[in-house]
């Protein structure tokens, strides 16, 4: 059966065994490739010869000095770059206080011009368990883009850095440049872990007393709200004063949840990309039928719930509904994305060789985080093979997963209810195109969620999520506008679907996560909120400065249309004999 978007489609988070960033990246492995890069090798050696020390940085900088210049980066000296990504600093921190600690994060800093961060900082991580957030920064939010298939990096005028101090961490031990061995076998002691290097990252910059806002997608709905809760915990608002956090399609709750049971619905809801014949589809209804997983959803999902839910079925071979979608896709659509899934062939190339549901780079072709220029460049260490998700595990555990994850603390059912209650904002976005972590799986654990004193939503989420109409000034960076989901928002909690994106939100719908952002860090009063954006394209714009002409006469079109339509109805009901009242009744549901 068909079930609305807003009610059952919203599909949530793959967990842990199914596949390696496909199904890895919520653990991927590293194609094989060839070839260390000489070709970009040679070229940058002759580049960086004309150009300033990686370390340079010239001009009015916000965090320059003898602590911070190790970690400098050259605004223009990042190969392939061809403009001034400004001031940050890259390089590595250890996870303690320890003189010979050798277990060190890798990070990217970049600092706000924008006068409302002076006293925030914002955190990004990307998932895995495992992935890099250097792909976060490069593909996703960061002040510079080289997305799939596109020819050259371009400015990023969607980038979190318009709006707040940004710093990408690579982490835990054992992801990306990070260096050391991995000795974790829980989020709490990876949490353990990440706030020793936060302390040292603050005295680095002198970060001091500043709100922190802990941000991050898909796997990182584990990270995000345990590292939260440890340092509410700390009750020191000199390094760990949480404000706000945000996970996009997050990894809460079992596989069960988040994959097999919203799995049947999902497919049925987006029949045109998955045109299976008749055989697959009814072998996707009597597996859906015995497990049991559409009724489960269907009694569980209410607004309010009805109470606490039982487990649903397991996953047995006979009820893997997730992995045999999955595995029947590739026959009619073998470029087939599981993070958004409308994607079809040719397969784009990737500078970090994932553009899909699996590894692909081209031959000849090198990863770009993996070549000596570039981590001269950001002052990686130039040993390190660097990946986008972690060949081995980053949990010492003999699943490789995380211990506590197994035995059934997961974040939605222990940490991140008290997380909500005790910071100003929490939020928790979702594409509507995204498989690896299903909408409705995030749902059923909202509602299964108790917080704020009540279990679950108690309204359905019907208000409509708005994104300001904008001029975009490159077609390699537009966006979207308009009403681009449904939203809402209870006991400091709020949920947001996102139309058209995938997995990943800030790639795929970029000026909807900017609008997240903007909600998150308390500059606008709610997501159904129709001011204009209050930093845009490179250019400060003050809340209460008009916006400019072409933009404000689409807006003012947009009003008129409406009250067009409503003349019209108003007049289609008077015609058919309806009274005013009733009329005006229906005018106001027309609203």
Known sequence: ??????????????????????????????????DPHQRAAERASRLLATKQS????????????????????????????????????????????NPDEERKLYFWYFPSKNPNATNEITIWLNGGPGCSSLEGLMQENGPWLWQHGTYK???????????????????????????????????????????????????????????????????????????????????????????????????INTDAVLEQVPAAAFVDYWGGLFPFNDTIKAR????????????????????????KFPDPHPTTDECDIFDFIFNAIFDVNPCFDIYQVATTCPLLWDVLAFPGSFDYLPAGASIYFNRTDVKKAINAPLSTSWTDCSVGSVFNTQSGLDQGAQDGHLSSTTVL????????????????????????????????????????????ITDDFYVPFHDDEQYATLAASGVMGKTHTERKLTFVSVNLSGHMVPQYQPSAAFRHMEFLLGRIPSLTSREPFTFFNNGLVAQNNPIDDRRRRREVAEVAAEERARELLARQLQYRGLAQPEISEIIADFD
């Open 1 to 34: 059966m068909k079930l609305l978007p807003t009610v059952l489609l919203l599909a949530g988070a793959a967990v842990y065994d199914t596949c390696a960033r496909g199904l890895q990246h919520v653990g991927k492995l590293q194609s094989n490739y060839v």
């Open 417 to 460: 209810p008290g997380v909500i209650d005790r910071v100003e904002r929490t939020i928790i976005g979702h594409g509507l195109l995204d498989m690896i972590l299903l909408m409705n799986g995030t749902l059923l654990s909202i509602q299964n969620m108790t917080w704020g004193g009540q279990q679950g939503f108690q309204s359905p």
């Open 54 to 97: 990686s370390s340079a940085i010239v001009g009015n900088t916000l965090h320059l000095n003898n602590k911070t210049q190790p970690f400098a980066v050259n605004g223009t000296g990042v190969p392939d770059v061809n403009f001034d990504i400004g001031e940050s600093y890259a390089g590595l921190l250890p996870i303690s206080s």
């Open 153 to 251: 990096p371009v400015p990023n005028p969607w980038t979190f850095q318009n709006l707040t101090n940004m710093v990408w961490i690579e982490q835990p031990v054992g992801t990306g440049f990070s260096q050391g061995t991995p000795n974790i076998t829980t989020e709490a002691q990876l949490a353990e872990q990440f706030k020793g290097f936060w302390r040292n990252f603050v005295d680095t910059f002198d970060l001091q007393n500043r709100s922190v806002y802990i941000t991050g997608e898909s796997y990182a709905g584990q990270y995000v709200p345990n590292i939260a809760s440890s340092m509410l915990d700390e009750k020191n608002k000199e390094y760990f004063n949480v404000t706000g956090i945000m996970i996009y399609d997050p990894s």
């Open 284 to 307: 996707i209804k009597e597996m859906d039928r015995k497990c049991g997983y559409t009724a489960y959803l269907e009694e569980h999902l209410t607004y309010p719930p009805k109470g």
